[in-house]
């Protein structure tokens, strides 16, 4: 029988680790395009790589915009010659950001609040220095479960457990 002190000792192992601002979970490699680039730019850059979001930034890599996936299929679906297209006419100009040094939960509001699944990260220069996406938070969030899960399992399962882990 696991204890209350047991818990929370178990607890308290799991967190020691656990990420605490946007630097600790950002994607610091970004995909990021010029204004000035095509709508086809962007479909041919999202077509050939896995990721959801690419960030539009000036010669200074200063932010422009965002464009999703989603804002990839609107402009498909709403333009006739889409490849003629800019992106700054497609792109979502006032785009919500943080800083690296923002606390997760703070973020993780953001995202909730204003129904968006990914935050362009800004360093102290004002230029674009990563991105924090839904799956960054998820990643994070698995990681923490994980330890969460095994140190709270009987020691006949730990083992399974942990084999299960090393398996990812």
Same mark, same amino acid.
């Given at each position: 029988?696991?204890?209350?002190?047991?818990? $929370?000792?178990? *607890?308290?192992?799991? =967190?020691?680790?656990?990420?605490? /601002?946007?630097?600790?979970? +950002? !994607? %610091?490699?970004?995909?990021?395009?010029?204004?000035?680039?095509?709508?086809?730019?962007?479909?041919?850059?999202?077509?050939?790589?896995?990721?959801?979001?690419?960030?539009?930034?000036?010669?200074?890599?200063?932010?422009?915009?965002?464009?999703?996936?989603?804002?990839? $299929?609107?402009? *498909?679906?709403?333009? =006739?010659?889409?490849?003629?297209? /800019?992106?700054?006419?497609? +792109? !979502? %100009?006032?785009?919500?950001?943080?800083?690296?040094?923002?606390?997760?939960?703070?973020?993780?509001?953001?995202?909730?609040?204003?129904?968006?699944?990914?935050?362009?990260?800004?360093?102290?220069?004002?230029?674009?220095?990563?991105?924090?996406?839904?799956?960054?938070? $998820?990643?994070?969030?698995?990681?923490?479960?994980?330890?969460?899960?095994? /140190?709270?399992?009987?020691?006949?399962?730990?083992?399974?457990?942990?084999?299960?882990?090393?398996?990812?």
């Amino acid at each position: 029988m696991i204890t209350a002190k047991a818990n $929370l000792a178990v *607890l308290e192992a799991a =967190l020691e680790n656990a990420p605490v /601002s946007v630097a600790d979970v +950002m !994607t %610091r490699e970004v995909m990021t395009l010029g204004p000035e680039q095509t709508f086809a730019d962007t479909v041919a850059l999202m077509a050939n790589r896995f990721f959801r979001h690419v960030l539009v930034v000036d010669e200074d890599q200063r932010l422009c915009g965002v464009i999703s996936d989603r804002d990839i $299929l609107r402009g *498909l679906a709403r333009t =006739l010659n889409w490849k003629a297209k /800019s992106i700054s006419e497609i +792109m !979502t %100009r006032d785009a919500f950001t943080v800083t690296p040094d923002t606390p997760i939960s703070l973020a993780i509001r953001e995202i909730l609040t204003n129904h968006i699944s990914c935050l362009p990260v800004i360093g102290s220069d004002g230029r674009v220095c990563g991105i924090l996406t839904s799956t960054d938070l $998820l990643t994070a969030y698995e990681k923490i479960q994980c330890a969460l899960e095994r /140190s709270a399992l009987p020691a006949a399962e730990k083992t399974n457990a942990n084999s299960l882990a090393k398996e990812r």
